[in-house]
């Protein structure tokens, strides 16, 4: 059973930046795609950023477009999402997910993630 963990989360102004890492067990590392979703106070869970399973494709949301990076580690079985330039808007609680995805799935939908972490907390103040 795969397990998902993440960790990094916590309270910091905007323009700052902010690492918050998945560790992956209980399962092929790579046999699974990666994702990062996040859910706002009163808003739907919403899709961040996906890695493919070797790490050599990334999708991301319009919203995070160049301010975030998702990366993957293969000697650590961990994912990282790399936060720069964060708005108070960005203030979420933070979920990886991991699914069997290849070319062609629907990336952003989490209906495509069969496992989720229990997230970690990222608050942005003004």
């Known amino acids: 059973q795969v397990h998902l963990v993440e960790s990094g989360g916590g309270l910091v102004q905007a323009g700052s930046s902010l690492n918050v890492s998945c560790a992956f067990s209980?399962?092929?590392?790579?046999?699974?795609?990666l994702g990062w979703f996040r859910r706002a106070p009163g808003k739907e869970r919403e899709w961040v950023a996906s890695?493919?399973?070797?790490?050599?494709?990334?999708y991301y949301a319009d919203s995070v477009k160049g301010r975030f990076t998702i990366s993957r580690d293969m000697a650590k079985f961990t994912m990282n999402l790399q936060m720069n330039s964060l708005k108070p808007e960005d203030t979420a609680v933070y979920y990886c997910?991991?699914?069997?995805?290849?070319?062609?799935?629907?990336?952003?939908?989490?209906?495509?993630?069969?496992?989720w972490g229990q997230g970690t907390q990222v608050t942005v103040s003004s």
């Open positions: 890695i493919n399973w070797r790490g050599s494709t990334t």
């Open positions: 209980g399962g092929t590392f790579t046999s699974y795609a």
């Open positions: 997910a991991a699914g069997a995805l290849q070319v062609g799935s629907n990336w952003p939908s989490s209906d495509e993630y069969d496992y």
